[in-house]
């Protein structure tokens, strides 16, 4: 990067006021649908073509590369329903299906590392679902102890290992057990702190509760902590959020996701207990978007984009301030060249020229996992030119800039020439201000951050046709 364009994007990060961030107009004409880009292509051109067999080649092929590993589990099972929720998930209180669960996920994990490679630092670690800490801990300590024998775990200070969090599935020394196994950062879902919100969600969780585990996960040492919350709920108004995020604020966790609630009772059925007209409006939904961006940043948040704020000190604004942040399936992270190993039920991995996904239904991804098969249901290998605009989304996705040279050096060809065509649609973003060109390259301005979405469909080869109805709103 020229030093020019690099003076200009920090001076941008450090300035950019609430109002920059927001305007109206440009919201209206841009807040179309778009996809999120945890992925290039986009799960959407995921195909079933794309089999077990093409999983290992990948696999394999990452392996003879080499580098360091992110391990990403799946635990699907849920105790209770929340009534927003569209993940892919198991309800039950039997905790005893954590236990064959773990050791299916220690028998997918010997077949991954057969292919990728045992000795290889996984440098990241998660563990998501569904509710991760519906394992009892007995299960926990066998399915990480067992990782450790398959895998070669990062022990340093450097590591990333992270596990999604209920606080409600917390006994009195859950957070304790996680620290010793090796887990540094967590996750809380809060959602919101209205206990009408939270009534209509079937997820009461007072503030209290969510205040005693961070006092705790503190103490302990953790050395990160995110806090999840969802806009756009039952009976939320501007007011009734606004009140939500000062609670929260005064909890100063480390980073913030603040995610748009989509309503598709239609294709997840919990959702079909929301009813319509409990939800906000179209504007009071925008106008909460406003008032949080804008009491975040006031707050001393950094927004890093695509619903995510961190503080100034957190790794990932440093990472982003410093060039080198990273997006995949797991949202934002620092650790961008690692592989990604996905293990469990809908689970998706990632190599350098392939995404591939496991069943999404647990008795079918129990039934491959058995015979010693992969248990991969759909995936795509990437062409050149995949590879090429994923680096290019992911550019600005992430840093909010793109330098020429750097792109030039990395794939051996003009930006200019390579991507004409794009430059040319490109023209009416630079005219409204959503972006900016010169010379050295291409800088996101901050009315374009909420709409990089937007930005990024004009590198996407996949959407040159309009988004279509398959993805939400931008905004």
């Given at each position: ?5 690099a ?11 609430p ?11 841009y ?24 999983t ?78 519906f ?13 450790r ?18 606080p ?16 540094n ?19 009461i ?20 902590i995110?806090?999840?919350l ?82 100034p ?61 992969l ?5 795509v ?78 590198f ?16």
């Amino acid at each position: 990067m020229s030093i020019q364009l690099a003076q200009q994007l920090t001076l941008s990060h450090r300035t950019a006021q609430p109002a920059a961030l927001w305007d109206d107009d440009l919201i209206r004409r841009y807040d179309l649908s778009g996809p999120r880009y945890t992925s290039y292509p986009t799960a959407v051109e995921f195909t079933d073509r794309f089999t077990a067999r093409d999983t290992a080649r990948a696999a394999a092929a990452s392996g003879k590369l080499g580098g360091p590993l992110s391990l990403y589990t799946h635990v699907p099972f849920c105790a209770r329903l929340c009534y927003y929720c569209a993940c892919n998930k198991v309800v039950t209180r039997k905790r005893e299906f954590a236990s064959p669960y773990v050791e299916r996920l220690l028998k997918e994990a010997q077949m991954h590392a057969d292919l990728y490679g045992s000795d290889r630092l996984v440098k990241q670690l998660h563990w998501g679902g569904g509710t991760p800490t519906f394992l009892p801990k007995e299960d926990m300590s066998r399915l990480m102890e067992g990782y450790r024998q398959i895998f070669n775990l990062d022990g340093s200070g450097d590591r990333d290992f992270s596990i999604e969090i209920d606080p409600r599935e917390l006994t009195g020394d859950t957070l304790l057990h996680l620290h010793l196994l090796g887990f540094n950062r967590i996750s809380l879902g809060v959602q919101d702190f209205n206990p009408q919100v939270q009534k209509a969600v079937n997820r009461i969780q007072p503030k209290r509760m969510v205040q005693d585990v961070l006092d705790e996960a503190r103490a302990l040492g953790f050395r990160s902590i995110n806090m999840d919350l969802i806009y756009g709920l039952p009976y939320q108004t501007p007011a009734t959020f606004a009140e939500t995020l000062d609670e929260v604020i005064a909890l100063r966790p480390d980073r913030l996701s603040v995610f748009s609630y989509a309503h598709l009772p239609e294709r997840f059925y919990p959702q079909t207990r929301i009813k319509d007209e409990t939800l906000p409006s179209p504007a009071d939904k925008l106008t909460i978007l406003h008032q949080t961006i804008d009491r975040l940043l006031d707050a001393g948040y950094q927004y890093i984009g695509m619903d995510h704020f961190a503080l100034p000190d957190d790794p990932l604004a440093i990472a982003q301030q410093e060039g080198r942040l990273h997006r995949n399936f797991q949202g934002y992270t620092t650790h961008g060249d690692c592989d990604l190993v996905a293990l469990g039920v809908s689970a998706i991995g990632q190599t350098r020229d392939a995404y591939f996904q496991n069943s999404h239904d647990l008795a079918t991804w129990e039934k491959h996992i058995d015979a010693g098969e992969l248990a991969t249901i759909r995936g795509v290998e990437l062409s050149e030119d995949d590879q090429i605009r994923r680096w290019v989304i992911g550019q600005l996705i992430c840093q909010f800039q793109l330098d020429y040279d750097a792109f030039e050096a990395h794939w051996n060809r003009p930006f200019g020439l390579y991507f004409a065509e794009e430059l040319h649609r490109l023209r009416r973003m630079v005219v409204d201000g959503l972006i900016r060109e010169d010379e050295d390259g291409l800088a996101v301005e901050p009315a374009g951050r909420l709409l990089i979405r937007a930005i990024c469909q004009v590198f996407d080869a996949y959407r040159t046709g309009g988004a279509g109805s398959r993805f939400s709103r931008i905004i």
